[in-house]
């Protein structure tokens, strides 16, 4: 008896952290820096920064956080995401400076100070959704350069740093304060497509363990009927075909369905997994089916995800390639500590489904009921 009010509470608290974690969430997205030569001024760059403004000002350390209501000055950030957006952008000006000398351009090894020109905040509407910023700058550079570096302040995060204007432009990714390596400001620097694959494969990883929660509530509720190898198999490759269809078509722009709409979906889907665990004792023959139906609307989420982080132009493919991969490797995982913690040693105990399955199922389904008054009505 000990051991299952071991696996009770285990589950419990899981799914409790789960449910306080949801409200008003702020997700972290990695900052974008577009890089280009300005049109007949060729020693001349532009350089445009799409950033949490709210969170650069509040002082947030971005390193290694997934929501900005883990920070301990959160209180600092969502009075900032309050404020109207030219409100935002009166508090920037104010300490524009400061904020920056933090930006850091080299041209041939010698920093390059930057200009700042104007900014832009794009409201979603919505103040439980981080919104973004542009932040403009020019760059004079000294006449013959030939090679740039350029990176931030480690607490700024991670910057997603893309060449433009040039032929075979460079992309790269920069963390922890770093600078990028050299590449030419005439371009030549485009990477291959295996390192583009390589290179989005733990972005698509990190969707899912640990920032894709809803992900991986739905994968959950697939294992928790069958927590069987052979029917977890057939349901995970159905959800895999179906979502790398809308990943791909929504990635490459084929389809387009807003975020309102796929995000409430993706709850009721969850929903749905969850109650019919409830329900029914046994894997029934439409499963698969409706799990490649929901697949299809998970799919659509991974593609807004990769909207906000973007895909190199010049290896759009292997990194498509790479996120999906990764991704799969985010299921099999929560796949497997699921199926290592209590699929492998209480699948087959009499008590199985009324301690594990029912509970488990059931704060799934209140989870994603509230995730689903969340998202359309509150």
Known sequence: MRALRLITGLIASVFLFAHANVAAAHEVFPSILNIAPVEGAPDELRLEYDVNLEAMLAG???????DTNA??????????RALSPEALLDRFRAGQGALSAKLHLLADGEEVPLVYQEAEVFDPGNPEIARQTRLIYSAPLPAGTTMLRTGWAPEYGTLVVRQNGVAEPFTGTVTGGAMTGPFHAAGGDARSGWAAFAE???????????KGLDHILFVLGVFLLAARWRPILWQVTAFTLAHTITLAAGALGWVVVPGSIVEPLIAASIVYIAVENILTNHLTPWRPVVVFLFGLLHGLGFASVLEEFGLPTDAFIPALLGFNVGVELGQ?????IAFLTVGFWFRDKPWYRQVVVIPGSTAIALVGAWWFIERTVL
């Open 71 to 80: 920070a301990p000055n959160v209180a600092d950030y969502d009075a900032l």
């Open 60 to 66: 947030i350390d971005l390193r290694d956080l997934t």
């Open 200 to 210: 989005y494969i733990p972005i698509g990883f990190d969707h899912i363990v640990p």
């Open 332 to 336: 099999i995982t929560v796949i497997a």
